[in-house]
Structure formats: C-alpha cells, structure tokens
C-alpha cells in the first residue's frame, strides 16, 4: 500500500528500500534452491542496514512464506515503477535480472498448494518486468531478454496492466516449452546480469557489453575497476588508430592523436551541462584510442520519433 502513495513511494527509494526489496527477493530465491531443514523451513540470512545479508542466521520462514514474501516484493517494486526514477533505480540495482530469473518454472514438488504459489510469483515477476519495460528508456534491454514469439505476447499485454491473470498465458508458455526453449530464455536473462564477469579488461576498465559499431569503431558498456564508485556504468568508444581520420602517415597520425588530447583536456575542463554527454577520459592502448564518456540509457532517437504521435507529444 505504501508503493502506491506517491509520497511514500519516493520515501521508499530515498532511504534505499528498493535494493533491499531485490535483496529479500534474491535471498529467498536463493533459500528455495537450497535444502529443506527437517522440520520443512528454511533460514533467513540477517539484513543490514546498507542491504547486505549477513551470514548469521536467526529466523525461519516456510516455503509458503518465502514466495509468497517474494511475491509481495514483486507487487511493491511493480507499484514502485510507475515513477520513472523509481523504475530506473531498479533497473539500475540489478532489478531486470533478479525478476527475470523467478520467471522461469521452479516446481520441484509435487505439493499443490506450492505449485500455486509458485505460479502466482512467476506471474508477479512477470508483471513487474512488463512495468519496467513501459517507461521507454529500458525498451532496448528488453528487446535482448526474450526469445521473438515471447516478446510479441510481452508486448501484447499492454502498459501498466495490474490484473495478473493477463500474464497467465505467457507463464504456460514458457512452463510447458521444451527444455531448449527455456535453456535459451534462461540464458538471455543471465546476460542482463549487470554483476557478471567482463568480457574483457581495457586499461583499468571491465568491459560488460558491446552496445554497437559504426564507421568510426566501436562502443561499449564498462565500468571502472577500483573505483569508489564501481556500479557507475560507463561508454567507452574504440578507434582504432589505423583509421583513415587519423591521417595517411605515422607523423600525421601522432599529430593528430596530439591534438584530440588537448582538446579532449579543454572539453573535460570547460564543457559541463546537464543536456551535454560529460567526458571523462582519453587514452590510447596499443593500436587503439579510447575515449570513456557519460553513458546514457534509453532508445534510440528514431524510437522518440516513431512513439511521439501516439504519445500525443511533440519531440
């Protein structure tokens, strides 16, 4: 009820709840996977105040409790994401990959009233994934996550519908598709996973994924390692300096690299405004230059144009 208030729902992310609604989400998912203790509970990790789970354990839940503590999460963060901050934040936090994962079949038991229940969080994920996917800077994700047939009934549930019966029939989709099927669904949604390992390491850079290539080289998402602020996600371009635009001759090549860092200095120094991408660096790494800007999610320009008219907005 608190997610709905709008007062209460910016409270909610100011004092860090959204992390901490992925964390109880995880957590449980996590115990679920685990083993039963004899008398049919599972335990509980302590939560701290910054989120993080302690390896001590106090209380115990039983199976019905943890999904059913993880199905109101998932009801609290789908009524948290009608704010476009909020929706951000949790896409930011991890979120699409946490919820992702409880969409796929967990029915290792032949309990009834489980099965029920499990069902209901798969269609509650699903539900806060769909709410996600409507605010329009997080559409290009999406379009990564599910398999073309899937994506189409994705789509053709419609923004911000609560009745959770219009997920049912994407659920009994994906629970009675083969296993290849599932496998690849599954595999999509660990590639969301913004904690994954990196492709690779450029300098002090971990390279987490190749957003796209043009004439001029290539870019890609990464964050820097060692920083105080490691989930800060970056855009990092990749030119290789054998490019004509460098010039025809080393001497001109050296030149030229000479000059984009000393104006690349100036702009670092003197050109700051919100509506500017900011620029952060500018490196040359073996046969390549690099240059580490501001990364800004969202769709593409032509998607702006393209959603406009039925928005009834002018861009």
């Known amino acids: 009820k608190l997610s709905c208030d709008n007062d209460s729902s910016n409270d909610i992310r100011e004092m860090g709840g959204i992390p901490l609604l992925l964390?109880?989400?995880?957590d449980q998912?996590?115990?679920?996977?685990?083993s039963a203790r004899s008398n049919g509970t599972y335990s509980t990790d302590n939560i701290e105040e910054n989120g993080t789970i302690s390896p001590v354990s106090t209380n115990t839940v039983s199976r019905?409790?943890?999904i059913k503590l993880q199905t109101a999460c998932c009801a609290s963060l789908t009524q948290l994401s009608l704010n476009d901050t909020n929706a951000q934040n949790i896409v930011q936090a991890n979120g699409v990959y946490i919820l992702g994962k409880l969409i796929l079949p967990q029915f290792d038991t032949d309990d009834v009233e489980?099965?029920?229940l499990l069902e209901m969080l798969q269609k509650s994920s699903l539900r806060a994934l769909r709410f996600l996917f409507s605010m329009e800077r997080n559409r290009q994700l999406f379009k990564r996550l599910f398999p073309t047939e899937l994506f189409e009934m994705f789509i053709d549930v419609g923004h911000y519908?609560?009745?959770i019966d219009a997920y049912k029939h994407m659920i009994h989709y994906i629970n009675n598709s083969m296993e290849e099927v599932r496998n690849k669904i599954n595999c999509r949604i660990h590639n969301t996973n913004q904690n994954r390992d990196p492709m690779f390491y450029?300098?002090?850079?971990?390279?987490?994924?190749?957003l796209g290539s043009g004439a001029f080289g290539s870019v890609y998402k990464v964050k820097k390692t060692g920083s105080h602020d490691e989930a800060t996600t970056l855009a990092m371009k990749e030119i290789p300096l054998q490019h004509p635009a460098f010039?025809?001759?080393t001497k001109e090549r050296t030149r030229c690299i000479g000059d984009i860092l000393n104006e690349s200095n100036i702009i670092k120094e003197q050109l700051r405004h919100p509506n500017i991408v900011r620029y952060y660096k500018t490196f040359q790494e073996q046969s390549r230059m690099y240059i580490v800007m501001q990364l800004i999610d969202g769709a593409p320009l032509s998607e702006h144009f393209l959603f406009s008219p039925g928005k009834g907005t002018l861009f």
């Open 202 to 210: 450029v300098g002090p850079y971990a390279v987490l994924e190749h």
């Open 64 to 66: 019905y409790e943890s």
């Open 247 to 249: 010039g025809a001759t």
């Open 23 to 26: 964390t109880l989400i995880q």
């Open 114 to 116: 489980e099965r029920e």
């Open 161 to 163: 519908i609560t009745n």
């Open 29 to 34: 998912h996590s115990r679920k996977r685990g």
